[in-house]
């Protein structure tokens, strides 16, 4: 199970959550399981800019961390998202939370996400999972 942030705060964000969803129910690589609910939240970072879209998913897979990583930054793209500068605007980020109880970290990729709990809009999604 991997539990995946989604954000993103250029066009229309909760149009383009609702087809990522459909997009990862109808993938070969995983299993859509559980989303949260889409929320707004003020960004961080870079400040100047518009407010951000987030929710919570989670996904069965049998893909490693690293293939994972792949797939997501593949669909971000497949999503238009384009790495102008750190904490850009974009119209779509994926990042992994969790992935089962795996401790992983790399020159590109640490489980769990390092910065998860000090994020409302990753803090919020999860206890509204929980419900």
Known sequence: MVTI???GN???C???FQ???RYFQNHRFVDLVKTAPILKN???GFL???DFYNSIIILKTNQSPKSMLKFLLFTEKKFKRKRSFKNAPRTLDLDIIFYDNIKFKSKDLIIPHPHWQ???SVVIPLLLLER
Do not use: A, H, I, M
């Open 14 to 16: 909760v149009k383009r």
């Open 5 to 7: 942030g989604v954000g």
């Open 10 to 12: 250029e066009g229309d």
């Open 118 to 120: 000090k994020r409302d």
């Open 42 to 44: 003020p960004p961080f």
């Open 19 to 21: 087809t990522l969803f």
């Open 48 to 50: 100047n800019q518009n």
